[in-house]
Nanobody, 124 residues
């Protein structure tokens, strides 16, 4: 079993920055992939960024490329999402997720474990 706990959400003005953290526990993460997803009111949950735990290979949604950076600290079993140049359309509940294997899929159905989510609100 894997437990994921997000933190770091909050209210920020447009153009500002936030850093989200996802602390993972329960199993070794050598062969896992993890991702950040978000869900705005009335919309489906969507992929934001993903990372292979072993290789560090990353991928991003087009909407956040150049503004968001995903990273991980192997020693702390923690994943981060640095969000810069935030826009009102980035407002959503952000979730971290994990799946077995090294491929950071964009498909929510392929992730087995999920955190509880953290709210990010960007004001204009």
């Amino acid at each position: 079993q894997v437990q994921l706990v997000e933190s770091g959400g909050g209210l920020v003005q447009a153009g500002g920055s936030l850093r989200l953290s996802c602390a993972a526990s329960g199993r070794a993460f050598g062969s896992y992939a993890m991702g950040w997803f978000r869900q705005a009111p009335g919309k489906e949950r969507e992929f934001v960024a993903g990372i292979s735990w072993s290789s560090g290979r990353t991928r991003y949604a087009d909407s956040v490329k150049g503004r968001f950076t995903i990273s991980r600290d192997n020693a702390k079993n923690t994943m981060y999402l640095q969000m810069n140049s935030l826009k009102p359309e980035d407002t959503a509940v952000y979730y971290c997720a994990a799946r077995g294997g090294s491929y950071a899929s964009t498909d929510t159905n392929e992730y087995e474990w999920w955190g509880q989510g953290t709210q990010v609100t960007v004001s204009s």
